[in-house]
T-cell receptor, first 115, second 112 residues
Framework: EADIYQTPRYLVIGTGKKITLECSQT?????MYWYQQDPGMELHLIHYSYGVNSTEKGDLSSESTVSRIRTEHFPLTLESARPSHTSQYLC??????????????FGSGTQLSVL | AQSVTQLGSHVSVSEGALVLLRCNYS??????LFWYVQYPNQGLQLLLK??????LVKGINGFEAEFKKSETSFHLTKPSAHMSDAAEYFC??????????FGSGTRLLVRP
C-alpha cells in the first residue's frame, strides 16, 4: 500500500496570495501526479513527475507550478491565487505490484477556495 | 485519444435494489479501464480495474463491472445497494504512462 499525504485539507484565502499545496509519499515512488477536479466535472491532469528534477505539464493548462527536489515531495504552488483557481486538487502516485498490477493511489485532496 | 463518458450525473436507488452506473469509453488501443469511488470528505479509492484479462471484473464492496468491447462499455453494477454505497463514482481510462483520464463522475444516492 502507498500512503499519499496532502496538506492542508481545506484552504480559504484571498485573491493575490501565494500558496503551496503539499503532497508527500513514503514509498519512494518515482511517479507522482497532480489532478484538478471542479465540482461535477472530471478530474484533469495538471502536472506530473517521473522522478527527481522531472516535471511536466499535464493535459489541462494550469497557472500553477510544481517542483520535485526530493522523491517523496511534490508540492504545487500558485504565485498569485485567483477565484478561478477555486477547485479540489488531488495528488496521486502509482504503485506497481507484480506483473502489470499497478494501482494509482490518491491523497485525500485539498479543497481550495479563493475569495 | 482516450476518453470516457459517464451517463447520468446522479443515480438514485432504494436500499437493496440493483445499482447500475454507466460508463462508455473511447480508445484507439486496447484500454485499461478503472472505477474509482470517492466517499464524502475522502480521497479516491480504486474499486476495480480491467486490464485485458477476464471481461467480468470483481471489485471491493460487492461491485463488479463487465467489459464489452462491442458496446465500448464498462458499466459498474452491484446486486443490492447499501446505504454505505452512497458516494461519487468515477470511470477512468488509462492514457499513456499511467495517466488516467476520468469521466465527470456519477453521484449515487441510496434511499432507505
Amino acid at each position: 500500500e502507498a500512503d499519499i499525504y496532502q496538506t492542508p485539507r481545506y484552504l480559504v484565502i484571498g485573491t493575490g496570495k501565494k500558496i503551496t499545496l503539499e503532497c508527500s509519499q513514503t514509498m519512494g515512488h518515482d511517479k507522482m501526479y497532480w489532478y484538478q477536479q471542479d465540482p461535477g466535472m472530471e478530474l484533469h491532469l495538471i502536472h506530473y513527475s517521473y522522478g527527481v528534477n522531472s516535471t511536466e505539464k499535464g493535459d489541462l493548462s494550469s497557472e500553477s507550478t510544481v517542483s520535485r527536489i526530493r522523491t517523496e515531495h511534490f508540492p504545487l504552488t500558485l504565485e498569485s491565487a485567483r477565484p478561478s483557481h477555486t477547485s479540489q486538487y488531488l495528488c496521486a502516485s502509482p504503485f506497481r505490484g507484480q506483473g502489470t498490477n499497478e494501482k494509482l493511489f490518491f491523497g485525500s485532496g485539498t479543497q481550495l477556495s479563493v475569495l | 485519444a482516450q476518453s470516457v463518458t459517464q451517463l447520468g450525473s446522479h443515480v438514485s436507488v432504494s436500499e437493496g435494489a440493483l445499482v447500475l452506473l454507466r460508463c462508455n469509453y473511447s480508445s484507439s488501443v486496447p484500454p485499461y479501464l478503472f472505477w474509482y469511488v470517492q466517499y464524502p470528505n475522502q480521497g479516491l479509492q480504486l474499486l476495480l480495474k480491467y486490464t485485458s484479462a477476464a471481461t467480468l471484473v470483481k471489485g471491493i464492496n460487492g461491485f463488479e463491472a463487465e467489459f464489452k468491447k462491442s458496446e465500448t462499455s464498462f458499466h459498474l453494477t452491484k446486486p443490492s445497494a447499501h446505504m454505505s454505497d452512497a458516494a461519487e463514482y468515477f470511470c477512468a481510462v488509462r492514457s499513456g504512462s499511467y495517466k488516467l483520464i476520468f469521466g465527470s463522475g456519477t453521484r449515487l444516492l441510496v434511499r432507505p
